[in-house]
């Protein structure tokens, strides 16, 4: 091996023979040029796939310069030469090199072998290399004797995408914004690249994407870096911020990465103000009348760097508190309201507005808080004149209205301001007009001209907090300007007390005056009288107060002085206020209850005590026939007080008697002597109707009378009639006084004249020397006309009946008079007094056994005075009884009495405490108020003290608008014992005060008034207010207790009469009950109150009527609360089992077409949606799937403005609402977050898109799901972005309602209970932390009794748990928003929501187990992701259209695939062949009945997205669909041998089994490699089986199994990869594996035919199972061929050949070869000998 071998031919001279002459050379040689032997095939050297454009890359140990490439349409292989035995002809021991490309090393399925000559590279283009798929070149090198030898590449795969980089985020992953300029992190997922992977990473800050000028390029960072922290910037607030990201793969691929806009941001926005109530005038409200709702405005926000993005708010019952409401996001709304509420009366609400930066930075504002005040003010009291807080009805100023009102009150929101006006009605304003005054003023003098006697009111009107108004109205006012006018001047009763002489009177323990006034427009309000004494010493008491009487009594003891002179004064005013005053027009009267005292006879006396009293001419007497004259002398009569006035005598001619004087005689006294004093002798003449005669006894009896009448004692005195001188019938002479017993005694009794003063004498014995027999008679042994009338004295004027009972109000005097009859049988007459039912007479007043009982009734007399002595004094209540003994004779009397005088001291009387009152019953209870305005009954029962003269007390019954007045109705007098009257008829008026006045008046004319304390006459209900159900102010909309009831009430009022008692009912419904009162329960003043209440027979709602009822009895209107549910369950749960069809018209934007290859249009896209007008800056854009992966259909819309539809409803059904939203914009615009504005019924809220830097970004999609409650029959929905930058897109929306649900089965033992789908927390939760939050639904709990009142959610991660989020309370939001959770993957959240009802029963429902899933789906182990076919082998290459993908491989352990999307294209992620449809989470299949051209190659595109919102983007490495078989018009099948034979081996024969067919020219259109299937039979038909020999294009012959010379048909037929073969190719072969025989018994035969030519034959010479061909030569010498060289004719076994030179002569070899159609052969040869010349 490897030597080279040269061939040498030398030519003797004597063998040469030269053509030509020329000279013969010695001997000629020629050699070959050589034959290297070269038994090996080529060395070979190393190839290499080398980058396009790199050539001749030295081996570096034989590897790959790189094992991937980017480019799928070229690929160069360069190689280092092979080595093989080099011969001096040639360079190279190779004589060419070829290439191919396959996908399996020795594989030439791309590219088939190509020479290239001796090049070392070569660059093969228009390639369709297959993505992620390994290729490898083939190098085969042929040496001259062609021998080959091959080397292979190592494998390069394709990997024509760049490294997938994640999103990059700064700060935290969570962040929208930077809070600080000068330290924060870069961070970024792994960058990946699971072709080529991950070589080199570098990254810059820059204020642009991609730039730098921030932060220059920092790299070679380890391609497994996941990011950085920096240190030492100092970026200002404001700075936009971006992130990049630069990454290199092993195929040479970068991808550059770059970050959302930062905005660096680290303060806090500037707060702004926050205001009560809705942006209206004023500007903040303090109170309200709304208790279900609460709405807010602010302003003033700002931050100068990252922007306000975001307004929360919450309300609470202190500023800063979320009690109420938690922080609840408005977007970039200014303000926001809250409805469904139950606020409490009288409570606080403050909100308070959070307002966040970009930087997620906050500041608070607070309100100042809003009362809620659901009811007017409590009504006052309005008053006209207000001295000392007293109204008046009457004034005298015409040019002043005094008003002043008290009383307003509000307990929730106070007195804000009033509104005064005054006119001639009630709310009139013709007199002063309306007048705003502030709530510290409750009075004001108003200068206006008032009219006379019209009534005149004034008007309040008082406004609270929350502008709600009470109104009240005075009772009115009458001006009088007028004085009153005196009738006639005040005046001493002294008739009434008793008088005997006029201007005077004797009693000193009473006094009575009287008087007449009256007024013009107002009554007479009060008058004052007074006694005043003429020396102007104090008065004897102070000043009287006698209302509007015309008369009045004062009695007392020792209330007047005896001898004083009393002036009466009185001062009276009308009610107006004007007074007069005056006196009476006498002198005065005098007062003197003392008698005088009594004198003596001044006669001379026999007594050891010379008393001096006789005076000259006393006792003298002249007389003639009919009449004579008595001079009487007497001394010391006297009275110090009054004086005697006047001295009175009588004279009879017996005991007693007068006879002789003719009666009482007034005596005209002089004094006798000058002395002065009481002591002085007068001398007085007593004319005698009689004469008189000597030894006659008279009796004189001698008085003085002072200056009031009262008369002394008595002086009796018995004398003898002495006669001095007697001349014819004149006569004269003195009389004796007989004393010392001396004197005759009258009768049996002891009358006499000479005992002791006041004493008896014994009485006259009889002639038994035994004293008299006295006896007594009764009046009724007499003839009445005997009787003497004797009557107890009743003063002038006042009834009296004949032994009647009467009364006296002296407590110092008794009086008696009598009537004696005439002519009268008694001798004389003697009275005394005592006490009735007691004996004797004079028995309790007198020392019976030791002072005189009787005194004698002096002559003339009809009138007895008794002072009762100071041991005896009158008692009150005592009855006297006045008796006068008549006597008819010495020894008989009889003695006549009175029935009695009552002692009545003080007259009627009001007990302390009671007065009059106005009642509606006899008996009832006093009333205060009215609604009656023409009948009132006056009761005055037990309000006068019982008296002694109570039985005769008579009553005036009055009514006035004015205490003590009687101007409405006078005083009209009743019977007496009377306790009550009904005044009828009349017309008051409401709103004003009338006082009933009683006076009570004894028979004595003393009298007590007793006034009423008024009412008002109130006609108008009360003011109604709010009945709340339950206890507290917040009204209760359910409770438990399904068995009572209990109700509070506020805000009712009565200006007028006030609230008496409230009456509560309770029923099923709001109808109150039937009837004024039938069914309510008077409850008091309570203002709350329980009831029982059947609920289970009368239904689970009950209402409270509340009526109240003034003090007038008028009932007010029934107020019905709003009902409270009776509920002792509680809420229970309801999962929509089944939703109904699609609401909203054209959901997904494709219109009414299915999706197709192309998107709608914007017409057709936003059909049926309303956009926004005037439309925003930028007009709607509709994105295909090349530009986002939809969310649902084919396409997603781009909106810069609103986006709306108005659809059905069915009011207070319940919808489901979904969104699927994902952001928009380029990345120099791109935001870390962009919001849209949701509104639909109940929904007004910011929805957040912010990117999920776990999801990949063509998937980066925020689904959202709400529940509403619509409140009309159309609803509509309103998508608005936040900012007209940045666009939000679109899709997925849809609006159903539930048209079947199921009903959770509670547990009555356990609140807590599991439902899976009740609780459920979106779409998109638990991937990583949101900015926004988690948020929770849970739509399907409810309480169809009572409703639910509130919500709270936690996060847990055990059902029911708070590990993550404590109970938060949404109100009676279904759903809530979490803040960012500290959770880590692989865990299970649990959401859990308390639902409370308004009955306060609990609900807790928890979700299954949400696992917390950071990773989106996976491909499992092993698995290939999409595979195209049904798997689990990948097919590449198909002939249908019906077209199948299987992705079961790709999985998600924690949350499981959710939804899977899938679409057909003819590049990887693209969907023009079958746009995105849903599609199942394990495969998909479509028959694709468009024509698609042969050799088209589809990719399967899948995103499925896991239970956590995350999306895996996957894409099969294509599908070829082959719909033609290959063709073989132009193949052509070869045998050729490994051994070498020196004959062409002829078509369909083999020398052997060791050879091998192969075959050329099959075609596939579509260009993909072909596969080969072979089939021999070996009867030359076509039964054979096909045996597929794969992508080789040759096989052994050893393996097609030939028989020698059995002829076998061997066809091949290309099978391309969708398993369509072509029309076979095919060949009839037979295997000859051996040369000819030579057969020995068969010679050649020989013979001249002719001198020139030779025949030959050698049929039979050589045998073989073939046919066999022939070749011949002939020379002269053996080997020699000279004369024939390589002649013969194949298959013909003859040969004749003729040459000229050709003679029998010589001799001749003959050389014949045998050889098959294998090549094989064997020789035969033969002699012509010259001299046998035919052989």
Request: aromatic share 10%.
């Amino acid at each position: 091996h490897g030597q080279t071998y040269y061939v040498c031919v030398q030519a003797l001279a004597s063998d040469i023979t030269l053509l030509t002459p020329a000279p013969v050379p010695a001997a000629l040689t020629a050699c070959s040029d050589g034959v290297t032997v070269d038994l090996w095939a080529p060395v070979g050297g190393c190839v290499q796939i080398v980058p396009a454009g790199v050539q001749s890359v030295p081996p570096r140990a034989c590897v790959n310069a790189s094992g991937f490439q980017a480019s799928v349409t070229e690929m160069q292989v360069v190689w280092s030469p092979f080595q093989d035995v080099r011969s001096s002809f040639h360079v190279s021991g190779v004589a060419y090199y070829q290439y191919a490309i396959g996908t399996a090393p020795g594989l030439a399925d791309v590219v088939d072998f190509v020479n290239v000559g001796l090049r070392t590279d070569a660059l093969a283009n228009g390639l369709a290399l297959k993505p992620q798929l390994t290729y490898y070149a083939t190098v085969r090198a042929y040496d001259f004797t062609g021998q080959w030898s091959d080397a292979h590449s190592l494998g390069v795969t394709v990997d024509n995408t760049p490294p997938a980089l994640g999103p990059l985020w700064l700060g935290s992953e969570v962040a929208l914004s930077l809070t600080s300029g000068s330290s924060f992190p870069v961070g970024w997922y792994p960058a990946v690249d699971f072709a080529s992977g991950v070589v080199e990473l570098g990254w810059s800050l820059g204020s642009r994407p991609g730039s730098s000028d921030l932060y220059q390029w920092t790299g070679l960072l380890p391609p497994f870096a996941l990011g950085t922290t920096l240190q030492g910037l100092a970026l200002p607030d404001g700075q936009l911020v971006f992130a990049s990201l630069l990454a290199l793969n092993g195929a040479g691929l970068t991808s550059l990465q770059t970050s959302l806009g930062y905005v660096v941001d680290s303060t806090p926005p500037i707060p702004g103000s926050a205001y009560d109530g809705p942006p209206t005038t004023p500007q903040d409200l303090d109170y309200t009348t709304n208790h279900t709702s609460l709405s807010a405005h602010w302003s003033d926000f700002f931050d100068p760097h990252s922007g306000i993005v975001e307004y929360s708010w919450a309300t609470g019952t202190c500023a800063g508190c979320s009690n109420v409401q938690a922080f609840v996001s408005v977007g970039l709304a200014t303000q926001a309201s809250r409805s469904g509420l139950s606020l409490a009366r009288g409570a606080t609400y403050y909100v308070t507005v959070r307002g966040c930066n970009g930087a997620g930075l906050c500041s608070l504002a607070y309100t100042n808080g809003v009362t809620v005040d659901l009811t007017p003010p409590i009504p006052g009291r309005v008053m006209e004149g207000c001295v000392g807080g007293v109204d008046v009805q009457y004034q005298a100023s015409r040019s002043v209205l005094a008003a002043c009102w008290n009383g307003f009150h509000d307990p929730f929101s106070t007195i804000q301001y009033y509104i005064v006006s005054a006119g001639l009605s009630p709310g009139g304003t013709t007199i002063v007009p309306p007048t705003t005054l502030p709530p510290s003023e409750t009075s004001r003098l108003f200068n206006v001209a008032l009219p006379l006697a019209a009534p005149i009111y004034v008007t309040v009107q008082a406004y609270n907090g929350a502008r709600l108004s009470a109104v009240a109205s005075s009772n009115g006012v009458v001006v009088d300007d007028a004085f009153p006018k005196v009738g006639s001047l005040i005046a001493v009763d002294t008739a009434w007390a008793g008088s005997l002489v006029q201007g005077s009177q004797y009693a000193s323990t009473a006094v009575r005056v009287k008087w007449s006034t009256n007024a013009t427009y107002s009554p007479i309000n009060t008058s004052v009288w007074t006694l005043v004494t003429r020396n102007g010493v104090s008065p004897p008491f102070p000043p009287q107060q006698a209302g509007s009487q015309s008369s009045a009594v004062v009695m007392g003891p020792s209330l007047l002085s005896n001898g004083e002179l009393y002036q009466p004064f009185l001062t009276t005013c009308s009610a107006a206020g004007l007074c007069v005053q005056g006196g009476a027009s006498s002198a005065g009267i005098l007062v003197d209850s003392s008698p005088p005292v009594e004198g003596f006879f001044a006669a001379s006396t026999t007594s050891a005590a010379q008393l001096h009293r006789a005076v000259a001419g006393g006792f003298a007497w002249t007389g003639g026939a009919s009449n004579s004259n008595v001079t009487l002398a007497f001394v010391g009569f006297s009275d110090p007080h009054s004086g005697v006035t006047s001295y009175w005598v009588a004279v009879g001619s017996s005991y007693g008697q007068s006879d002789l004087s003719a009666g009482s005689v007034q005596l005209r006294p002089t004094p006798a002597t000058t002395q002065g004093g009481d002591n002085v002798t007068l001398l007085a003449n007593v004319f005698l109707s009689k004469p008189l005669n000597g030894s006659q006894i008279v009796y004189v009896s001698l008085w003085a009378l002072n200056g009031v009448g009262l008369r002394s004692r008595a002086v009796q005195g018995s004398f003898r009639v002495d006669v001095t001188a007697s001349a014819g019938r004149a006569s004269n002479g003195t009389l004796a006084l007989l004393r010392s017993y001396t004197c005759p005694v009258a009768t049996c009794a002891g009358h006499c004249t000479c005992a002791a003063r006041g004493q008896l004498c014994s009485p006259t014995p009889s002639a038994a020397s035994s004293p008299l027999a006295c006896t007594q008679s009764a009046p009724s042994s007499l003839s009445p006309s005997s009787w003497v009338n004797v009557t107890g004295y009743v003063p002038q004027g006042l009834p009296s009946s004949p032994y009647g009972t009467g009364y006296t109000a002296l407590r110092d005097k008794l009086l008696g008079s009598l009537t004696p009859p005439s002519p009268s049988p008694y001798k004389f007459l003697e009275w005394t007094f005592g006490t009735r039912g007691m004996t004797p007479p004079g028995a309790g007043l007198l020392d019976t056994a030791n002072d005189p009982i009787w005194r004698v009734m002096l002559p003339g007399d009809v009138i007895a005075v008794f002072s009762p002595s100071a041991s005896y004094p009158l008692q009150d209540g005592n009855s006297y009884v006045f008796y006068v003994r008549a006597w008819l004779n010495s020894t008989h009397s009889v003695t006549f009495s009175t029935g009695g005088v009552t002692v009545d001291l003080a007259g009627p009387q009001a007990v302390g405490g009671l007065r009059v009152k106005e009642v509606l019953q006899s008996g009832g209870q006093d009333i205060d108020f009215s609604s009656n305005t023409s009948s009132v009954l006056v009761s005055w029962t037990s309000v006068f003290a019982s008296s002694p003269s109570s039985a005769s007390t008579t009553y005036s019954v009055g009514l006035g608008d004015t205490p003590n007045s009687a101007n409405v109705r006078a005083l009209t007098q009743v019977a007496a014992g009377t306790s009550s009257f009904l005044f009828s008829g009349l017309s008051l008026s409401p709103g004003s005060r009338y006082y009933s006045i009683v006076t009570a008046t004894s028979p004595l004319q003393t009298s007590t008034v007793s006034v009423s304390d008024g009412f008002v006459v109130d006609m108008t209900p009360p003011q109604v207010g709010e009945v709340v159900d339950g206890r507290s102010y917040a009204d209760a909309t359910a409770q438990t207790n399904v068995t009572s009831y209990s109700a509070r009430w506020l805000g009712f009022s009565d200006s007028i009469s006030g609230i008496h008692h409230y009456e509560l009912a309770v029923t099923n419904s709001t109808s109150p009950p039937p009837g004024a009162s039938a069914g309510y329960v008077g409850v008091g003043i309570k203002l709350s109150s329980t009831l029982g209440y059947p609920g289970p027979q009368l239904g689970p709602v009950a209402y409270g009527h509340v009526v109240a009822v003034n003090n007038a009895g008028v009932r007010s209107a029934d107020v019905t609360s709003d009902g409270v549910v009776l509920d002792a369950t509680r809420p229970t749960a309801q999962l929509c089992s089944a939703h109904s069809p699609e609401i909203l018209t054209n959901p997904s934007f494709e219109g009414p077409t299915s999706c197709g290859s192309f998107a709608p249009s914007i017409s057709v896209a936003t059909q049926s949606w309303q956009l926004a007008s005037p439309p925003p800056p930028l007009l709607p854009v509709v994105l295909s799937v090349a530009q986002l992966v939809p969310a649902d259909g084919c396409v997603s819309l781009v909106v810069w403005g609103s986006l709306s539809q108005t659809f059905p409803t069915v009011p207070a059904a319940t919808y489901r609402l979904l969104l699927a939203l994902s952001r928009y914009g380029t990345l120099e615009e791109g935001m870390a977050v962009v919001r849209a504005r949701l509104v639909a019924p109940g929904i007004d809220e910011l929805v957040t898109v912010s990117h999920n830097h776990r999801s990949p970004p063509y998937d980066s999609w925020r689904r959202f799901e709400f529940y509403f409650t619509a409140t009309s029959s159309t609803s509509s929905v309103i998508l608005t972005p936040a900012s007209g930058r940045y666009g939000v897109v679109v899709d997925a929306f849809s609006i159903t309602g539930c048209s079947s649900t199921v009903e959770m089965a509670t547990n009555s033992t356990s609140p807590m209970v599991q439902w899976p789908g009740v609780v459920s927390l979106g779409e998109h939760f638990l991937s990583a932390p949101l900015p926004s939050g988690v948020r929770g639904n849970w739509g399907g709990i409810l309480d169809a009794q009572s409703g639910v009142a509130r919500y709270m959610w936690a996060l847990g991660t055990v059902p029911g748990g708070e590990q993550l989020m404590g109970y938060t309370s949404t109100g009676v939001n279904a759903f809530g928003t979490s803040g960012p959770l500290e959770i880590k993957h692989g865990m299970s959240v649990f959401a859990s929501v308390l639902a409370m009802n308004n009955a306060g029963q609990e609900l807790v429902v928890h979700s299954e187990g949400f696992p917390v899933d950071f990773t989106p789906p996976t491909v499992s182990g092993g698995g290939v992701g999409v595979v195209d076919g049904v798997g689990p082998v990948d097919l590449d290459y198909q002939s249908s259209g019906f077209v199948q993908a299987n992705w079961s491989s790709l999985v998600d352990p924690e949350s499981g695939i959710a939804t899977c999307r899938w679409a057909i294209g003819t590049s990887p992620k693209a969907s023009d062949i079958m746009a995105y449809s849903v599609a199942s989470t394990t495969g998909g299949q479509i028959n694709l009945t468009s024509s698609l051209p042969h050799g088209t190659t589809l990719y399967s595109t899948v995103v499925c997205t896991n239970g956590a919102g995350l999306s895996t983007w996957l894409h099969s490495d294509g599908l070829t669909l082959l719909s033609l078989p290959p063709t073989s018009t132009n193949v052509t099948l070869l045998t050729s041998g490994a051994t070498y034979t020196t004959y062409d081996v002829r078509r369909g024969f083999v020398p052997g089994n060791a050879g091998v067919l192969s075959w050329t020219g099959f075609l596939e259109p579509a260009g993909t490699p072909l596969q080969y299937e072979v089939s021999c039979d070996q009867s030359g038909g076509v039964s054979g089986g096909w045996t597929s020999v794969g992508f080789a294009t040759q096989v052994t012959l050893s393996w097609l199994n030939l028989t020698e010379g059995v002829a076998s048909l061997v066809r091949v037929r290309a099978v391309n990869l969708a398993g369509l073969a072509s029309v076979p190719a095919q060949l009839l072969l037979t295997m000859l594996p051996n040369p000819p025989m030579r057969q020995s018994s068969v010679q050649i035969s020989a013979n001249w035919t002719m001198s020139t030519q030779l025949h030959f034959d050698w049929t039979g010479v050589f045998a073989s199972p073939g046919p066999l061909y022939y070749e011949y030569s002939l020379g002269e010498h053996l080997g020699s061929t000279d004369v024939v060289r390589w002649g013969g004719s194949l298959a013909v076994t003859t040969a004749t050949i003729t040459q000229p030179w050709l003679t029998p002569t010589s001799s001749y070899f003959f050389m014949l070869t045998a050889y098959t159609p294998a090549g094989l052969y064997s020789t035969a040869k033969t002699f012509i000998s010259a001299t046998n010349v035919f052989g």
